[in-house]
């Protein structure tokens, strides 16, 4: 091996691929491989976990401060729940999160930082009123239509 995955990531996957190619499969660096295959599931991960806890920010600002309901809120609402929809849509793996109360209670506790952060309020339940077939459902918003 000629790039060390330590000194330059993207050379050394460049290196990687050209290797998977070429069939030298005998000078792959088949750890850091694993690595970095099970990095590509976490970061689906955190992109779900991060793309929920905006939409759930945005749907309590909508509850609590229904004075400040516009179409900025009901676009990222709407976006969220689209992009939602595809990452479970292309990754049915993903869906076996929405089964999981931890990460539930992780992504509910980022999603009241985000709305108290924007919203300095902090009244906000500590668990998440609204079940998932409303958080998902393109129709719903709480306490009123878009």
Not at 56 to 80: C, D, M, V, Y
Not at 121 to 145: K, R
């Amino acid at each position: 091996m000629s790039v060390k995955y330590e000194t330059d990531v993207v050379a050394w996957a460049n290196e990687q691929a050209r290797l998977i190619r070429a069939g030298r499969f005998d000078l792959l660096d088949l750890e850091h491989i694993a690595e970095e295959i099970e990095d590509v599931g976490k970061s689906e991960q955190r992109e779900l976990a991060h793309r929920m806890a905006v939409l759930l920010a945005h749907l309590l600002k909508w509850q609590f401060q229904p004075e400040r309901r516009g179409n900025s809120w009901a676009r990222t609402i709407k976006e969220q729940r689209k992009r939602i929809q595809l990452a479970l849509e292309e990754t049915p793996s993903l869906s076996g999160k929405l089964n999981d109360a931890k990460w539930w209670s992780g992504t509910w506790a980022d999603a009241v930082s985000i709305a108290a952060e924007e919203t300095g309020l902090d009244t906000f339940p500590d668990e998440c009123p609204w079940i998932e077939t409303e958080i998902l459902d393109s129709g719903w918003f709480p306490g009123g239509a878009s």
